[in-house]
C-alpha cells in the first residue's frame, strides 16, 4: 500500500516509508530539495517551514505553514505540499513575496529566509492585507537572529501593496489540485509497513478504534507537535503509528445555545472561529499557544490526550466545567476534563481508547472567564503557569468560583483552597486579597528553567488582583491595555 | 560609495538556492560521524565501554582520546588545556568523550546513545560565585587596568557607593548549527567545507591534530547560516573530528550536531558579576573606579583571556575615570568553555560601567542622562582611557544630543514621570544610553588581510579574501570596493568562496573587523592591477597617465572610450599581468598586557539609543515601546547592510538582557538547550517604533576602507538603554530614589523580583 500527496507540481506515490520519517527529512534527504532548512528539528524555529494544502471538512482547499522536521509522511495522504522551491515562476523570476525580502533587505545569512518566506506566502494567501499585529502572529513560530525582524516586517507591507494574490500559482491552479486531492482521498485503511514498523491511516473514526484495539501499543498522532520530538530529539521507538490528522469525523464544530463541541482532531486554527466567537476572552491565550505552523497542526484533542501539566488548553477548559469523551470498539464514555487527569504522566484513558471530542458549556450572562499565561518570551513560549478562572456572580456575591492551572502541579490543577476562600464572599478587593495566600495550600510549584517557585506562587496571587482590577475597571493593568 | 546594493546572495536566500555546508551533495561512500558527551559535570571517568555501539549495524567505528594516534588539543590560543576527547576526566556535563563514524547520521546519532561510560563523580562549581567560593583558579592569566591612585581618590571622594551585578550569557542561536565535512584527496590532503568564521584556524587546527603540514589541508566557506562569534574557535571540533575520521577511512566524513548537542555542547559568551565601588562628587562627576569582573569561563581558557580584557577595555563605557583600578578574573567552572560573542566581552564591560552612572544617578536623585553627560570623555583633557590610550576621535556628546533632541527624551520623560504617578500597575521608563567601541583584535598580529583579485580578459573580475560571509555582507561591501576601483558594476565581481589554498594566513572574521581589513586588502590589489592597466594605456595610447579614467564600465583614453572587457582582453594580449594579492596590516595599533598600556584601538565606533519600556508591576511582563537609535559608521560603505547590523544587533542585545536566560541544574546540566526553553526574541517582541538613523556626518578621522567604521558588534551595545528603562520603571516604585540592581537578563521574573527587593529592602 501507499499513500498519494502532490508535491510541488509533482504527485507522488510513496510506500514503503519508514513511520517516523518526517517530512523535512524526506525532502532533504530522499528528493535533495535543500531549500527547507533543519534549525531546531523541534518546529520552534521555523526555519523547515512548508505549506500543506488540504481539502479541509467543507471540502475547501486550505494551505497552511506547518513545521517540516516534526511533520511525518504518514500524515500527509491527500495533501498538496508546497515547499521554497515552488514558488519561482518557470524562468526563474522571483515571486512578489521573494522580491519584496530581497528589495526590504529582509535577509542577512539567509538560513532562515526560506522558512520566512514561506510563513509570508501563507498568510499573503489567506490575508493578502494583515495589519502588523497579525503578520507578528504569523511570524511567532519563525525565529531570525539577524535581521532583528524590522525589514521582514516591512516586507510584508510591500508585499500587501505590490501583490496579487489572485494571479498566484496557487490560486489560479485551486481547482484543478483540489480535484487532484479530492481524488487522492483514501477509500479504505492504509497500512504501511516498513522494517521499523508500521505506518496506520484509518478511513474513519470506527477504523482508528478497531485498529487501536489491535494495537493498543500505538502511538496515536494528529498534529505531531509534542510526538514529533519523541522522535527529533529521543530518538524514541513509537511504531506503530496511527495518524488521525486526516479524519473528518474528528473534525466536527458543534455550536449550540448551550454548549461548544470539538472533534478531537479540530486543529487550533480550525477551532480559532468558534473558540474566539463564543469565548473572546480566551484571545489572548489563543494567539500566544504555539507559534501559527504549530497552531495549524496541533489540536486542542491532542493538548489534552498528552497529560502535559502545561498544556495551555486544560485550565481555561477546566474552569469552564468541559468534559471530554473518549471512544473505543466497547462505545464512548464521558468524563469532567477535570477527572481525566490522574497525576503526572497518568491519564484516565485506557489503552483502546481514544479522545473523540472535548464539549464545552457556554457562559451565562452573569458567568465571567478569564486566563492569564505568563512565559519568559511573550509568544511561542511555554508557559511558566497558565492562570484561569471562571466566576458566577450573584449580584456582589461570588456565587461560584472555578480556578484552574497549568505550570503549578503535577498535572493541570484547581485551586480548591483559594475557591473555598473566595466562594460566597463578596467580590471585592479584600475578599480577593484576603484569599491570595490559600494559593500556598492549593500548589507547591517547582523550580526550574522556565521559572522560580517563588515566582511562580508570587504571580499566581498578583493574578488574582489583577483579575479583580481588571474586573472593577479602574486603572490600566495589562500591557495590553496601553496602546 | 553608499548607494543601495543588496545582499550578494538576497535573491539565492529567498529562492533557497544558497548553499550552506549540509545542502552540498555529498559523494556516496559519505560516513557520518556524531559525538558522545559526558554526562557528569565533574568527575573522573572510571570506565569506558564501546561495545555497543561497535555492534549497531552501520557503525564503522568509535574515536576516542585511547585510540587517536597523539593527543590532539582545541585550544585556540596554544594554552593546550582542551583535548579532543575526554581522555581520564570530565570537566562539565556535555564534554565531548568520543565520536561514532557511522553509515548514516541517524545511526551515528542512535549509536553514540549506546556507549556505557562511568564516573567518579566529584562535586562541582557551575557558577562563576560557587568557583569564587571554591577557589577554582583562573583559566588563564586575569588582567589589571590601572591609572592614578584609586585608594586615596575612593577615601577622599564626597561620596561612595559599592554594588554588584549580575550580568547573564547568552547563546549565539545562529540558526545554521555547527557542521563540516571532509573531504580526502590524494596524499594526506583534505578539504573540509566547514561553517566556520575562521577557515584559517580550522585548517591548522586539522593538520595539528594529523601531524602533517598547513598545506596539505584546505579549508573552505562559501557562507554561514550566522555566527556571531560562535564559530571562530567552536567549529574547530568538527572540523577535526570530520579531518581525523576522513584521513583514517579515506572517505568523506560528515558531522552535524542535533541543536540540542550544539547548545549544551559549544560555548556562549560569558556570563559575569562585576563588583565595583565607586567614589564621586555632588555632581556626579566619577572620582574612582575600583571594578572586579568575574566571569564563567568554563572549563579551559578558550579565547577566555582576551574576552576578559575586552571587557575591562569598556568598562569605562563612555566616561572618563580619573582614578581606576579594574580587574579581570576569568574563573574556571564545570561548565561548557565561554568564547567569542559579537562584542567580545565589551557588552559585559559597558554594561557594567553603564550600572555605574545608573547608581550614582539614583543616588544624587538626577537623571541618569544628566550623570552621563557630566562623565563623559572631553575631546581635549580628561581623554585617557584606563589603559592609557588617548581618546582622539570622541563624538560621545554629538551623538547622545543629537538623539536627545530627536527623540525628545525630556518630554517623554516627564511624561513618563508623570504617568508612573498615576500608575499603580503599569509603570513606564526610558532611558538614553551612549557606547563606544574600541576597534580592532587586541591580539595585534590578527590585524592583517590577504585578498586576490583576478580579471579575466573578457573584463570579469574574480575576488577573494580572508574574510567570510556569515551574513553581515562582507562580500557585497569588499566587492562594491573592488568594483568602485574599476569603475565597473559590481555584479561584474564575482564572489567567490573563503578557502585557505588562495589567501593563505587568514585571521578571524571577528572584531567587526571584516570589511575593514579585507575591504583594505582588495582595495590593494584592485589598485596594483589597475596601476598595470594606465601604465598599458600610456604605453600603448602614447598618453600620460592622468589621461587615462575608468568610467561607467568603460576606459577613457584621451578621447577613446573602451568598454572594460575588450581593454583587458588587449592588455592580456600584450602580457600584462591582470591577477594581483593585497595585503593590508592595520597601522598604530600596539598593546602592551603587562603593563596595561597602549593603543589596543586603531579607531572607535560609536552610537546612543534610547528606549522606552513598560512594565506590568504584578507579573514583571514587560513590552519595549519605542527605541531610537543614532549610530556611527563613519562614512557609510553600504548604508542599507549596515543599518541591518544596527538593527539586528540591537534586536540581539535587547535579547541578552531581557529574555535570553541559561540555565543549569545542579547536576551542571544545562536545561535551556533549544528554541523551546532558549527565548530569542521574536519579531512580536521587537519595538512597536523603532527608529534608525547613521550619523551621517561622520568621518572616519583614521584613513580607513573610505573613511567608513566597523559595523558588526558596536550595535549590539546599544541595547543597554532596554535595560536600563527597564530599571528605571522598576525604581519608579521607590520614586527614583534607589537604584533597583536589576540583574540580566531582566526576564519578566527579575523585573517583578526586583521590585519586591525594592518594596522590602
Not at chain 1, 486531492?181 to 478504534?209: N, R, V
Not at chain 1, 500505538?218 to 496511527?242: C, E, F, N, Q, R
Not at chain 2, 570589511?515 to 601604465?535: E, V, Y
Not at chain 2, 541544574?665 to 535551556?672: M, Y
Request: hydrophobic share 35%.
Amino acid at each position: 500500500m501507499n499513500i498519494q500527496f502532490h508535491l510541488n507540481d509533482t504527485t507522488v506515490e510513496l510506500s514503503n516509508f519508514s513511520p517516523d520519517l518526517t517530512l523535512l527529512d524526506y525532502l532533504r534527504l530522499e528528493r535533495g530539495m535543500t531549500g527547507s532548512k533543519e534549525g531546531c528539528a523541534e518546529g520552534d524555529c521555523g526555519a523547515c517551514t512548508v505549506l500543506v494544502g488540504r481539502l479541509n471538512s467543507c471540502g475547501e482547499l486550505t494551505y497552511e505553514s506547518v513545521n517540516g522536521c516534526i511533520r511525518f509522511m504518514g500524515s500527509l495522504n491527500a495533501c498538496h505540499i508546497v515547499t521554497i522551491e515552488h514558488l519561482r515562476g518557470k524562468d526563474g523570476e522571483l515571486h512578489p513575496v521573494q522580491q519584496a525580502m530581497v528589495d526590504c533587505h529582509g535577509s542577512q545569512c539567509g538560513f532562515c529566509t526560506p522558512g520566512f518566506i514561506m510563513s509570508l506566502y501563507g498568510l499573503w494567501l489567506s490575508n493578502p492585507t494583515p495589519s502588523r499585529e497579525e503578520v507578528e502572529q504569523a511570524l511567532q513560530g519563525n525565529l531570525c537572529r539577524c535581521t532583528g525582524y524590522a525589514p521582514i516586517l516591512r516586507a510584508m507591507d510591500v508585499i500587501s501593496k505590490n501583490a496579487d494574490a489572485k494571479s498566484d500559482p496557487l490560486y489560479q491552479e485551486r481547482e484543478r489540485i483540489k480535484a487532484a486531492l479530492s481524488h487522492m482521498e483514501q477509500q479504505d485503511d492504509i497500512t504501511i509497513h516498513h522494517a521499523k514498523g508500521d505506518t496506520l491511516i484509518p478511513k474513519d473514526s470506527q477504523s482508528l478504534a478497531k485498529m487501536l484495539d489491535a494495537n493498543p501499543n500505538a502511538t496515536i498522532i494528529a498534529g505531531s507537535t509534542d510526538v514529533g520530538l519523541w522522535v527529533s530529539k529521543h530518538m524514541k521507538d513509537i511504531a506503530p503509528i496511527i495518524f488521525i490528522n486526516h479524519l473528518k469525523d474528528l473534525q466536527t464544530i458543534e455550536d449550540t445555545d448551550s454548549h461548544l463541541k470539538l472533534g478531537a482532531g479540530v486543529t487550533y486554527s480550525d477551532a480559532q472561529t468558534a473558540i474566539l466567537d463564543n469565548f473572546p476572552q480566551l484571545q489572548d491565550l489563543f494567539f500566544r499557544i504555539g507559534g501559527q505552523q504549530v497552531r495549524n497542526m496541533g489540536t486542542i484533542g491532542g493538548n489534552i490526550a498528552n497529560g502535559s501539566p502545561i498544556g495551555d488548553t486544560p485550565p481555561p477548559l477546566i474552569t469552564l466545567g468541559a468534559s471530554v469523551e473518549l471512544e473505543s470498539v466497547a462505545g464512548t464514555r464521558s468524563l469532567p476534563l477535570e477527572e481525566f487527569f490522574i497525576e503526572y504522566g497518568k491519564q484516565d484513558r485506557a489503552r483502546n481508547e481514544f479522545v473523540k471530542s472535548i464539549t464545552i458549556p457556554k457562559l451565562a450572562e452573569n458567568e465571567i472567564l478569564t486566563c492569564y499565561k505568563i512565559s519568559k518570551r511573550k509568544d511561542e513560549d511555554i508557559s511558566a503557569l497558565c492562570w484561569a478562572i471562571w466566576v458566577r456572580l450573584d449580584g456582589e456575591l461570588i456565587a461560584d468560583i472555578r480556578i484552574a492551572m497549568g505550570g503549578m502541579a503535577g498535572t493541570p490543577k484547581r485551586a480548591t483552597a483559594v475557591e473555598t476562600a473566595l466562594k460566597a464572599n463578596p467580590f471585592t478587593l479584600d475578599t480577593c486579597e484576603a484569599a491570595m495566600d490559600a494559593f500556598e495550600q492549593d500548589y507547591a510549584p517547582l523550580s526550574d528553567w522556565r521559572a522560580s517557585s517563588d515566582y511562580r506562587m508570587l504571580v499566581s496571587k498578583n493574578l488574582l488582583k489583577r483579575f479583580y482590577l481588571e474586573q472593577s475597571g479602574g486603572s490600566l493593568v495589562q500591557l495590553g491595555d496601553c496602546k | 560609495m553608499s548607494k543601495i546594493t543588496r545582499h550578494d546572495s538576497a535573491h539565492k536566500h529567498v529562492a533557497g538556492t544558497s548553499t550552506y555546508s549540509d545542502d552540498i551533495i555529498l559523494p556516496e561512500n559519505t560516513l557520518h560521524a556524531y559525538a558522545g558527551l559526558s554526562t557528569c559535570a565533574n568527575g573522573t571517568i572510571t570506565s569506558k565501554d564501546f561495545t555497543a555501539v561497535l555492534d549497531m549495524a552501520g557503525v564503522v567505528d568509535v574515536l576516542h582520546a585511547d585510540n587517536l594516534p597523539r593527543n590532539i588539543d582545541l585550544s585556540p590560543t596554544g594554552q593546550n588545556d582542551e583535548p579532543l576527547f575526554a581522555k581520564d576526566k570530565v570537566e562539565f556535563y556535555g564534554q565531548p568523550i568520543f565520536a561514532v563514524i557511522a553509515k548514516t547520521r541517524d545511526i551515528a546519532r542512535r549509536a553514540a546513545q549506546l556507549a556505557e561510560i562511568t564516573y567518579n563523580e566529584a562535586s562541582n562549581a557551575i557558577d562563576v560565585l560557587d568557583a569564587e567560593a571554591q577557589n577554582y583558579p583562573n583559566v588563564t592569566a586575569p588582567l589589571t587596568l590601572q591609572r592614578g591612585d584609586v585608594d586615596s581618590a575612593m577615601q577622599n571622594a564626597p561620596h561612595k557607593l559599592e554594588g554588584e551585578m549580575r550580568i547573564g550569557g547568552q547563546d549565539h542561536f545562529y540558526l545554521e548549527g555547527q557542521i563540516a565535512i571532509a573531504i580526502p584527496g590524494e596524499d594526506d590532503d583534505l578539504t573540509i567545507y566547514t561553517s566556520t568564521q575562521h577557515p584559517s584556524e580550522a585548517q591548522h587546527m586539522v593538520a595539528h591534530a594529523l601531524d602533517i603540514p598547513f598545506s596539505s589541508i584546505t579549508t573552505k566557506v562559501r557562507r554561514m547560516g550566522g555566527g556571531f562569534g560562535g564559530k571562530e574557535s567552536q567549529s574547530n571540533f568538527f572540523a577535526v573530528v570530520t579531518g581525523i575520521s576522513a584521513h583514517k577511512h579515506r572517505v568523506p566524513v560528515k558531522m552535524r550536531p542535533d541543536r540540542d548537542d550544539d547548545m549544551i555542547s559549544t560555548g556562549k559568551r560569558h556570563d559575569f558579576v562585576a563588583r565595583y565601588k565607586i567614589g564621586f562628587d555632588d555632581k556626579g562627576v566619577i572620582q574612582a573606579v575600583d571594578g572586579n569582573f568575574l566571569a564563567r569561563c568554563g572549563y579551559t581558557s578558550d579565547l577566555s583571556g582576551p574576552v576578559t580584557d575586552r571587557s575591562l577595555f569598556h568598562a569605562d563605557s563612555s566616561y572618563y575615570y580619573e582614578n581606576v583600578r579594574l580587574q579581570s578574573h576569568p574563573l574556571k567552572t564545570n561548565t561548557v568553555s565561554n568564547t567569542a560573542f559579537r562584542g567580545f566581552g565589551g557588552p559585559q564591560g559597558m554594561l557594567a560601567g553603564e550600572r555605574f552612572i545608573e547608581e550614582i544617578a539614583y543616588a544624587l536623585g538626577e537623571d541618569p542622562l544628566t550623570i552621563r553627560k557630566r562623565n563623559f570623555y572631553g575631546t581635549d583633557d580628561r581623554n585617557i582611557t584606563p589603559y592609557h590610550q588617548v581618546l582622539c576621535d570622541n563624538i560621545s556628546a554629538k551623538i547622545v544630543d543629537e538623539l536627545e533632541d530627536s527623540s525628545e527624551y525630556q518630554k517623554r520623560r516627564e511624561a513618563i514621570i508623570e504617568f508612573n504617578k498615576q500608575n499603580p500597575i503599569l509603570k513606564k521608563g526610558i532611558a538614553l544610553t551612549p557606547v563606544k567601541f574600541g576597534i580592532s583584535f587586541t591580539a595585534t598580529w590578527y590585524n592583517q588581510a590577504g585578498a586576490l583579485v583576478h580579471v579575466y580578459k573578457d573584463g570579469s573580475i574574480a575576488l577573494n579574501h580572508g574574510g567570510t560571509e556569515m551574513g553581515q555582507g562582507l562580500f557585497t561591501k569588499v566587492a562594491q570596493v573592488v568594483a568602485e576601483e574599476f569603475s565597473v558594476d559590481v555584479e561584474c565581481v564575482k564572489i567567490t568562496e573563503t578557502t585557505t589554498d588562495k589567501v593563505p594566513n587568514t585571521s578571524a572574521t571577528a572584531a567587526s573587523s571584516g570589511s575593514d581589513l579585507n575591504g583594505m586588502a582588495a582595495l590593494d590589489a584592485a589598485q596594483k592591477i589597475k596601476a598595470r592597466l594606465i601604465n598599458f594605456a600610456c604605453e600603448k595610447y602614447q598618453v600620460t597617465s592622468d589621461q587615462v579614467t575608468f568610467e561607467n564600465n568603460h576606459i577613457l583614453i584621451g578621447n577613446e572610450k573602451i568598454p572594460f572587457g575588450d581593454f583587458t582582453a588587449s592588455a592580456y594580449m600584450e602580457r600584462v599581468q591582470l591577477s594581483d594579492t593585497g595585503f593590508y596590516k592595520t597601522p598604530e595599533i600596539h598593546w602592551n598586557r603587562e603593563t596595561g598600556r597602549g593603543n589596543p584601538f586603531y579607531y572607535f565606533a560609536y552610537g546612543a539609543s534610547c528606549s522606552e519600556v513598560i512594565i506590568d508591576s504584578l507579573t514583571g511582563e514587560y513590552k519595549i515601546s519605542r527605541v531610537d537609535i543614532l549610530h556611527d559608521v563613519g562614512s557609510s560603505l553600504n548604508a542599507e547592510l549596515d543599518i541591518g547590523q544596527i538593527e539586528g544587533g540591537f534586536i540581539q542585545g535587547m535579547g541578552w538582557l531581557t529574555t535570553e536566560e541559561l540555565w543549569w541544574d545542579d547536576k551542571g546540566r544545562l536545561r535551556t538547550h533549544a528554541p523551546s526553553t532558549y527565548k530569542i526574541p521574536l519579531a512580536s517582541d521587537i519595538p512597536d517604533e523603532f527608529n534608525v538613523k547613521l550619523a551621517t556626518w561622520s568621518k572616519n578621522v583614521k584613513p580607513t576602507i573610505k573613511r567608513s567604521k566597523a559595523v558588526g558588534e558596536p550595535p549590539f551595545m546599544l541595547a543597554n538603554s532596554v535595560l536600563e528603562a527597564l530599571s528605571m520603571a522598576v525604581a519608579s516604585h521607590k520614586n527614583y530614589k534607589v537604584c533597583p540592581s536589576l540583574n540580566a537578563p531582566a526576564t519578566p521574573e527579575e523585573v517583578l523580583m526586583a521590585i519586591e527587593r525594592l518594596n522590602k529592602g
